[in-house]
């Protein structure tokens, strides 16, 4: 019931800023900045069958993504407690951490250092990389307090007859993580309902952050008319879905939902982008992509994005799976992995050239 409560108030944020990032960018363009009649390659009749393309073959490359982890405890290499699937979850990191880093923050950089906006304050400040920086300490506060009201939730109070002493006292831990030697009515909790929630917690706040960028992405393609990179574009955003519905999956995998909640999860990731091009290609005739308040909203929105995105991959999946027990205890496992997680971002950096 808690979860069902968390992922329904993580989608009402996101459709505020969702309503928020569309209603006030189809403002007009300023008269220097809009040179969009120079441009041969506009073409607004070749665009629309592409756009067409793009919703196909980017919703049924997510949800071969996202839904592949999903089905992967029917193959013994993939299985969840081995090191098959460790190998795959690392890459899969390093896709979404090159996503961040390749992608999101630089387009927020791009954006926000526009000709279109004033120079004071937007070319004196750098404001992407302050909004990242923020961003990722947000996300730091809403998975610690998150996991907090997870953990207090879900927690239960042995009984008289349920406290045992001996070795089996050492898997009981308390709440915030130190471990207790008498039995008092203290509320307790197992080790494993703890990393189970942990992993419930991340699976949410990653998708959070991949349902931001899937939103700015769609509105973009959706909108724009330039027939002659849409083709590169839209290849470029199929392999970039593809392997971050594997990580997105893979993290879903892992937080055991019930089948409801893990269709809902593969449903937005899948969804949402799509969305967003119908969505464009709506406004398309009223959007300004280069109006400043449109400029100013994506950027900055692209920047919070950013910041949700590398502190989830470092934080959240990477570090939390090398400092694990099982890395811990296998240097060459170790040395896969990390191989694993920078083929991901070189991945995502080779993409980064079309998209």
């Given amino acids: 019931m808690a979860t069902t409560k968390l992922v329904m108030k993580l989608v009402y944020i996101f459709l505020i800023l969702f309503t928020f990032t569309v ?88 954006i926000l250092s526009s000709k279109c906006l004033n120079d004071d304050p937007w070319h004196k400040f750098p404001f992407a990389g302050f909004v990242a920086m923020l961003s990722g300490l947000v996300t730091l506060a809403v998975d610690s307090i998150t996991t907090s009201l997870y953990t207090g939730k879900n927690a239960v109070a042995p009984g008289p007859d349920e406290y045992t002493y001996g070795t089996d006292q050492e898997k009981v831990t308390h709440i915030g993580g130190h471990n207790h030697s008498h039995g008092h009515g203290v509320v307790l909790a197992t080790k494993d309902d703890g990393q189970l929630l942990r992993y419930r917690v991340i699976a949410m706040v990653l998708e959070l952050g991949i349902l931001f960028h899937s939103v700015v992405i769609g509105l973009s393609l959706g909108t724009t008319n330039n027939a002659c990179t849409l083709k590169g574009l839209i290849l470029a955003l199929c392999f970039h879905h593809l392997f971050e519905g594997m990580g997105l999956g893979g993290c879903i995998l892992q937080a055991d939902f019930t089948n409801l909640k893990k269709f809902l999860m593969a449903f937005f990731f899948a969804g949402t982008t799509p969305c967003g091009i119908l969505l464009g290609i709506a406004l398309s005739s009223i959007y300004r992509d280069n109006s400043q308040t449109a400029l100013i909203t994506i950027g900055l929105l692209n920047a919070c994005s950013a910041g949700m995105l590398i502190y989830m991959a470092l934080v959240d999946l990477l570090a939390t799976e090398f400092m694990g027990s099982m890395l811990q205890g296998s240097i060459k496992l170790q040395i896969k992995c990390l191989a694993a997680a920078l083929l991901g971002c070189a991945v995502m950096s080779v993409v980064a050239k079309w998209a």
């Fill in 23 to 110: 209603s006030p960018a189809i403002s007009t363009a300023p008269e220097d900045c809009n040179t969009a009649s120079e441009n041969p390659c506009i073409n607004k009749a070749k665009a629309l069958p592409l756009k067409i393309v793009a919703i196909v073959a980017i919703l049924t490359t997510s949800l071969i993504g996202v839904i592949t982890p999903l089905l992967s405890r029917s193959i013994s290499f993939l299985r969840p407690d081995g090191n098959g699937f460790m190998i795959v979850k690392c890459f899969s990191s390093g896709i979404i951490l090159g996503t961040g880093f390749m992608h999101v923050l630089p387009d927020s950089f791009e």
